[in-house]
């Protein structure tokens, strides 16, 4: 028998689905090491075994199927564990953050012509001092 049909239900359970949800992730949302999976999913096209592998979700499934095997040997408990398996995956997922995407602030229109400056005063090319500033909004 090998050794981890040995540990403990409980801890078979959450290894398994950490192998399922690291396998999925690596063959859904990676380029694997040399770019390997990247190439497989490019030369799998637009096909059913290329749409699988852009789908978490129904990946997963695929994944779980074998893993379940380290759970249960009976039908019933090879069809719950591998149900269970897919969808603790899935919730791993989900926990996982959104990456952070950086949007550029919205200017008021009056400092568009500002070219990058933090500057809120401007030089007075007329005034014979011309090195001096004065500012944009004199307060009277």
């Known amino acids: 028998m090998p050794v981890v ?18 396998v999925t992730h690596l063959l859904a949302r990676e380029d694997g090491p040399a ?8 030369r799998l ?6 749409r699988l592998m852009d789908c978490f979700y129904c990946l997963s499934l695929w994944v779980a199927a074998p893993a379940a095997f380290a759970l249960s ?13 897919s969808g603790a995956a899935c919730l791993l997922n989900r926990l996982g953050q959104e990456p952070v995407v950086f949007h550029p602030l919205q200017q008021p229109e009056e400092a568009l012509d500002t070219h ?5 005063e401007t030089l007075d090319p007329s005034h014979p001092g011309h090195n001096e500033t004065i500012p944009e909004n004199p307060r009277a």
Not at 5 to 22: D, G, I, N, S, Y
Not at 45 to 50: H, N
Not at 116 to 120: D, I, K, N
Request: no cysteine.
């Open 45 to 50: 096209g637009d096909g059913f075994w290329g």
């Open 73 to 85: 040997r009976e039908p019933l408990g090879l069809v719950l564990a591998w149900l269970g398996l």
């Open 5 to 22: 049909m040995e540990l403990p239900l409980w801890l078979r359970f959450v290894l398994a689905v950490l192998a399922t949800w690291r």
């Open 35 to 42: 770019d390997l999976i990247a190439r497989l999913r490019a």
């Open 116 to 120: 990058g400056m933090l500057r809120t």
